[in-house]
């Protein structure tokens, strides 16, 4: 096979992996905080190298490109409107941790939003369906969302349950999905 062809299953097998890893909720933890531009890049740079340096007409080549880079532009400024933050602070004795996504939003009152990701070796993470948090805080002051949530201060009751102690309350989070999640007390 050519180099050509090499980088395409690269490229090929590189995307499906991403796909099938989202449809199955795990993520890549290193390329959450980007959105996904590192291989958006890839596609887009592999793609035009590979058509310019083929037989096909070079406008494919500037199609991809006025097409892929103000896609690309449109995908990060998303990113970087929507303000994610990650932390992986938590872990219990048992090498598992998780990390938490977070952001906030202000009108009037701080809206917190956490996510919870399961993690043992910090590279893949799976989400924690219906463990999300959502903290209002009405005193119209923004607090630091680490105080929110109780980092510092979280405890492991079990080795799959880790217990918060937010500003609203406590709330558990299950790590295993045999267990319920509750509400905050």
């Known amino acids: 096979m050519t180099k050509e062809k090499w980088l395409l ?12 890893m989202n449809y199955t909720g795990y993520v890549l933890l290193f390329l959450k905080p980007t959105g996904y531009v590192i291989p958006l890049v890839l596609n887009i740079l592999i793609i035009s190298v590979i058509i310019f340096k083929s037989k096909l007409s070079k406008v494919w080549t500037a199609v991809i490109l006025f097409t892929g880079i103000p896609i690309l532009l449109f995908h990060g400024f998303i990113v970087l409107w929507m303000d994610r933050n990650y932390i992986e602070t938590v872990t219990s004795d048992n090498q598992q941790s998780l990390v938490i996504e977070y952001r906030h939003a202000t009108l009037g009152e701080t809206t917190y939003f956490y996510n919870f990701y399961k993690t043992k070796n910090g590279f893949v993470g799976k989400h924690l369906d219906d463990q999300s948090i959502e903290v209002i805080v009405y005193d119209g002051s923004f607090i630091d969302p680490e105080g929110v949530l109780g980092l510092g201060k979280e405890k492991w009751i079990t080795e799959n349950t880790v217990r918060f102690f937010t500003q609203k309350g406590i709330k558990d989070v299950y790590l295993s999905p045999s267990h319920q999640s509750t509400e905050m007390e």
């Open 9 to 20: 299953v690269f490229l090929g097998i590189m995307d499906i992996i991403l796909v099938v």
